[in-house]
């Protein structure tokens, strides 16, 4: 992920990873999801 490269500038640093943490919470929470969802209709 390009943001996540921009850890070396360091004033960015924080927010960067705040906003890699928040994306891949997302990602993570989507990912669960859907396999529940796929689950589910399974049943």
Do not use: A, G, P
Not at 4 to 13: A, S, W
Not at 23 to 43: F, G, M, Q
């Amino acid at each position: 992920m390009i943001f996540c490269k921009l850890r070396k500038y360091y004033h960015l640093r924080e927010m960067v990873d705040l906003f890699c943490k928040r994306l891949h919470n997302k990602v993570v929470r989507i990912k669960t999801e859907e396999k529940l969802n796929d689950e589910e209709s399974k049943s």
